[in-house]
């Protein structure tokens, strides 16, 4: 068996592929059984197979002090979902739930099938455990990031339906109403939320469609996303990605070897409330419709205005490269500011906020069109800060954004990202001490 | 209704003793001496006289003489009057045949039903009182036991379905349409509980139960139910079949009185042709082939069916009574599952996990539908279903379905 490496050409396997490991996670029996075991092994053998940095032979930890998928390095493809509780379900229905999407995640992410007999080695009368589309493929970088909504501590209706209520971070609620807003409820909000991101969309995919089989009965698919070309960056190796609207996105956005920007922007801090939170983040999710067409109609000048950046070289308006920082006191020609005061770029900055800042991980996503035969297109913002409020101060600062004249908030929701697990426990886990 | 007859040689579905109940029945398939203290029952035209109305657990004898004027048959149904326990077919007018069934704990009925069509007579409460008894026979009997009791239900639903459809294509073929469509989603429920049988044979199906897409698609002549259907609930002139997107006259105007008696005939020949069929030796060998595993295959293939058709409302398009279909469909499934059920539990305590996972499903979604009606006193129509309705029972059906998946493969460990 071979697997193609990026050039395209056969090359013999340096690891075990999801074949190959059949039986190596020895001991691992139904979903939630022997969490610790199965997925200990799997790491263990994955260790071999990660070799590069990036690209589709990258294999990410499960397990550790944060979650996957927040600082790790941005994958190209995302496939995001919101799921609510059932209503027949108790808190040992949850407990499960985590633990049985743990074990699923900790294998999937190092190019496992979701159980030991997998996609073809169980019984010829049952289904497969796993679904099987990613049988063959490589880890392809995968991670798979869990977060807890307001409503899973608190339904709409102020029931504590899994006795978790008074554990309910302060800040975390549903997000206020902001300027321009046009929410659709079925595409907003959820108990809890999945984030799988991978080089491989179909790795991606296949993720969210095990865990949801894997939920049934438990938890029901709310609302998810496919995304595409990301739109942001966290390690300083990676270029700066572009949005639809052709720009570089995410130039100043906080890199994975800035820990102390981390720790002062992302990670819920010791001391901070509440204590089980410490060492997760607050991620917002917010479905931005881009009016495609529209925008693709505006002059060249005019969207580099909007934007505050050149279009080609993603430079400052006040002059310089793409990294350097922008003048909001330089003037044009004619005395003007070189970055107008509506601008993106100057409403965003750090230096108008307070020096909030906070962690993006955004894919432009593509989803067919509307029945007016426009692109149904736009960004798929993905937020990770250490307190709701940053999102909340940054978003309210956006209100006159020359941009928004294009885009339209459709969805939303915001979830508390629990820390990472820890082998042999399942994420959350802190929640049910 | 699928559009492929898929679920091969056999469907599936059947019958009898739920977790409750854990019954372990037993078909006669040859005259037995009666013993002396034998329960008797006196089947009549009329009347089905049983000694006692009551018992006491353990192996019991029903020694059945039939005084009525046809060939005649026992049953002993479950606490639900849908279930059978036990019974005991081909009484000829004048002969005794012997029923034996190991009978647990519960309440029952007892019936005749002479003739060997429609709902029997006689029907009367029958008692079982003192300790749960334990299951006799070694796996290959009980096995068998619950196969012959599968086919027991099967053959109960189709003598049901066969004067049900004598009765709606009278009103069909006189012009009675509101009595007919009254009556159209209550003959189905017979023929949607065993669906998977009738799938299984070939043409006979498609005859019966193909929607006209289906038919338009396969090159078929249209017929059966979904062609009186859309007679009985004549599309307004800008509608558009299943399809959405043919006009619902195009190639189509309401049938004449000789059409009618066409398709009403085609639908009472076809309906007596599956009568013969699961009376038939082949019938039984199918069966007997396929084993428990068939049954079990069969209660998952009828949670596919409200899946695919079902739910989406695509089944019943001109009526809008697919939440009947729907029902059951799942009582069909629930009847076949609680046949296979002991065997999973058998199988420890991962079996009877499942066992208690597929319950719980089944409860779910039985007080969901609930809420919009009953076979009995009828349900509100697919239009009516809101969208979060059809969502609540998606995730149900999801709930059920996945552990329900796992039943086949436990039942053969």
Known sequence: MTVEDESGAAVEPTGLSRRGLFGLAAGVGAAGLALGAGAGSAAG?????????????????????????????????????????????????????????????????????????GAVGGSLEAPPDDTGEAQGLPAAGLTITFGFGPTLFESVDGEDRYGIATLRPRGLAKLPAFLGDDLVPDLSNGDLCIQACADDPQVAVHAIRNLSRIAFGRARLRWSQLGFGKTSRTTAAQATPRNLFGFKDGTANILADDSAALAEHVWVADGDEPAWLAGGSYLVARKIAMLIETWDRVRLSEQQRIVGRDKGEGAPLSGGVEASEPDFAATDATGAPAIDAASHVRLAHPDRNGGIRILRRGYNFVDGNTELGRLDAGLFFLSYQRSPEQFTTLQRSLSTDLMNEYLRHVGSGIWAIPRGATPGSFVGAELFA | MTRTPSWKALGALAAVGMAALALTGCVAKADVAATADALTVTSTDSACDVSTATATSGTLTFDVANDSSQVSEFYLLAEDGLRIVGEVENIAPGASRTLTVVAQPGEYFTLCKPGMVGEGVGRAGFSVSGEAVAATGDDAEQKQQAVDLYAAF????????????????????????????????????????????????GDLDPRIDYREVDAVAEGLDWTGFHRIEKDLWVPAEDALNADGETPAWQDWAPSTDAERAAFGDQLIADVAELNDYVHSDDFQAALDAQGVAGISNGAIALLDEVATGKITGEEDWWSGTDLWDFAANVEGSKMAFSLARDFAVAKGDEGAALAEQIDQGYSDLDAALAAHGSLADGFITYADLSDDDKRALTDLLNALAEPLSQLTATVLQ
């Open chain 2, 154 to 201: 099967v053959k109960d639903q189709v003598e049901q379905l066969v004067p049900a459809v004598d009765t709606f294509v009278a009103a069909y073929e006189s012009g009675d349409d509101a009595a007919a469509r009254d009556q159209f989603p209550q003959v189905r429920a017979f023929y949607e509980r065993i669906e998977p049988v009738a799938e299984s044979l």
């Open chain 1, 45 to 117: 053998v994955a260790v071999g197979r990660s070799r590069a940095e990036g690209g589709a032979a990258s294999v990410y930890e499960f397990f550790g002090e944060h979650q996957a998928g927040i600082t790790t390095p941005v994958q190209d493809h995302l496939h995001f979902a919101s799921f609510d509780m059932m209503a027949r379900t108790d808190r040992a229905d949850l407990v499960s739930l985590l633990q049985d999407w743990s074990y699923a995640a900790a294998r999937m992410t190092q190019g496992l099938d979701v159980s030991a007999t």
